[in-house]
């Protein structure tokens, strides 16, 4: 069974910085690009950011471009989201999330998700 | 940037009913489409990709179609675990990739 399995959330002041890990078992981790998604609660869902499947081409979204970092450890089957200068904004539910086999860009299936709270 | 525009932001239905949710883009996308379900608590679940094909394990009473900037996401005959948001996605502009603003189905 495909399983991602997310850690490190939290609260944070603003200004600050936080690791998000994600685990990844049940598939061939290193053959499938990786999404990072955040969702205010009670809210919309927002793309992040995309590291391809060896980690040498990354992709921001806007809001987050400069502050955050997507890096991945293929031989730990492990995906990260640093993310630094948090503002209030970034105050969210974070979602990693596997590409779908054999169709780049949906995303399939999801993390159970971790909450990111920046405030002072 | 792609917008996704979904209608209408609560659908209220019985079961057994037919569903019928709508996502317009700003653009087109041909049949870059996708659809996501989510339950509370729980993270979006692919259901619809490429406009109309049905993701893995997903029942035949959801069907998509469309092409374009207009889309319809059908639930043929609603079941009790079918009451959730729904979240239209385009990838033909994946950078970045764009999510509607969803539509609740909602117990009548």
């Known amino acids: 069974e495909v399983q991602l399995l997310q850690s490190g959330g939290g609260v944070v002041q603003p200004g600050g910085s936080l690791r998000l890990s994600c685990v990844a078992s049940?598939?061939?981790?290193?053959?499938?690009?990786m999404h990072w998604v955040r969702q205010v609660p009670g809210k919309g869902l927002e793309w992040v950011s995309l590291i391809s499947r060896d980690g040498g081409d990354t992709y921001y979204g806007d809001s987050v471009k400069g502050r955050f970092t997507v890096s991945r450890d293929n031989s730990k089957n492990s995906l990260y989201l640093q993310m630094n200068s948090l503002r209030s904004e970034d105050s969210a539910f974070y979602y990693c999330?596997?590409?779908?086999?054999?169709?780049?860009?949906?995303?399939?299936?999801w993390g159970q998700g971790t909450p990111v709270t920046v405030s002072s | 940037e792609i917008v996704l525009t979904q209608s209408p932001a609560t659908l209220s239905l019985s079961p057994g009913e037919r569903a019928t949710l709508s996502c317009r883009a700003s653009q087109s996308v041909y049949t870059s489409l996708g659809w996501y379900q989510q339950k509370p608590g729980q993270a979006p679940r692919l259901l619809i990709y490429?406009?109309?094909n049905r993701a893995t394990g997903v029942p035949a009473r959801f069907s998509g179609s469309g092409s374009g900037t207009d889309f319809t996401l059908t639930i043929s005959s609603l079941e009790p675990e079918d009451f959730a948001v729904y979240y239209c996605q385009q990838r033909y502009s994946w950078r970045p990739l764009t999510f509607g603003g969803g539509t609740r189905v909602e117990i009548k």
């Open positions: 490429d406009a109309s």
């Open positions: 999330a596997k590409e779908a086999s054999q169709h780049p860009n949906w995303l399939d299936p």
């Open positions: 049940g598939f061939s981790f290193d053959a499938y690009a």
